[in-house]
């Protein structure tokens, strides 16, 4: 018994040391950093989506990948209180005081964000912004899941089943999918 746990303690070292010998050296930093490419231009960090992609002339939008959420971050903030960040599309469960606008119209359904956050009912698509160029529809183009926008201290991140987006000053913000919503 003292002769296999010997030997398998001898051969648990060579493996070691052939593997130690053999690893490439894992923490050498290469001189010419990897940053992805997002339509011609070097993404600032990774997961960090290039602002002057989804710009339009009176902010940045853009659309979830199954373009079922789109959102705009506004140069001008929009009602009362003032909210510069927000999401519209079909969201449910309808809160309660929401539920005769959405359920009249689901894509009236709005989550923003200034100050704080809040629920909207609109009539048109404040934050779907206008046509881009390159874009299918209005509101913009595709913010890929895990890639995020910042502008104006707000920054929004595309997540598989929707949007978070909040001010980074005070935290507050909002999460939206199309089966579920939150403010915080």
Same mark, same amino acid.
């Given at each position: 018994?003292?002769?296999?746990?010997?030997?398998?303690?001898?051969?648990?070292?060579?493996?070691?040391?052939?593997?130690?010998?053999?690893?490439?050296?894992?923490?050498?930093?290469?001189?010419?950093?990897?940053?992805?490419?997002?339509?011609?231009?070097?993404?600032?960090?990774?997961?960090?989506?290039?602002?002057?992609?989804?710009?339009?002339?009176?902010?940045?939008? $853009?659309?979830?990948?199954?373009?079922?959420?789109?959102?705009?971050?506004?140069?001008?903030? $929009?009602?009362?209180?003032?909210?510069?960040?927000?999401?519209?599309?079909?969201?449910?469960?309808?809160?309660?005081?929401?539920?005769?606008?959405?359920?009249?119209?689901?894509?009236?359904?709005?989550?923003?964000?200034?100050?704080?956050?809040?629920?909207?009912?609109?009539?048109?698509? $404040? $934050?779907?912004?206008?046509?881009?160029?390159?874009?299918?529809?209005?509101?913009?183009?595709?913010?890929?899941?895990?890639?995020?926008?910042?502008?104006?201290?707000?920054?929004?991140?595309?997540?598989?089943?929707?949007?978070?987006?909040?001010?980074?000053?005070?935290?507050?913000?909002?999460?939206?999918?199309?089966?579920?919503?939150?403010?915080?």
């Amino acid at each position: 018994m003292r002769i296999s746990a010997a030997i398998f303690a001898s051969m648990s070292a060579a493996a070691l040391s052939l593997t130690a010998c053999s690893s490439p050296d894992l923490g050498a930093e290469s001189s010419e950093p990897v940053r992805p490419v997002v339509a011609g231009h070097p993404v600032p960090h990774p997961g960090m989506a290039d602002e002057r992609e989804y710009r339009a002339d009176d902010g940045y939008y $853009f659309r979830t990948a199954d373009r079922a959420i789109a959102c705009g971050l506004l140069d001008e903030p $929009f009602g009362q209180p003032r909210r510069s960040v927000g999401c519209q599309g079909v969201t449910g469960p309808a809160p309660r005081e929401m539920q005769a606008c959405w359920s009249s119209d689901p894509s009236a359904a709005v989550l923003a964000v200034g100050d704080s956050p809040g629920y909207l009912c609109v009539n048109r698509g $404040f $934050f779907d912004g206008p046509p881009m160029a390159g874009a299918q529809a209005s509101g913009g183009p595709v913010l890929p899941v895990g890639s995020s926008l910042s502008v104006y201290g707000f920054t929004c991140l595309a997540q598989p089943a929707g949007v978070t987006c909040r001010n980074e000053a005070n935290g507050h913000g909002f999460e939206i999918a199309p089966d579920h919503h939150r403010l915080f």
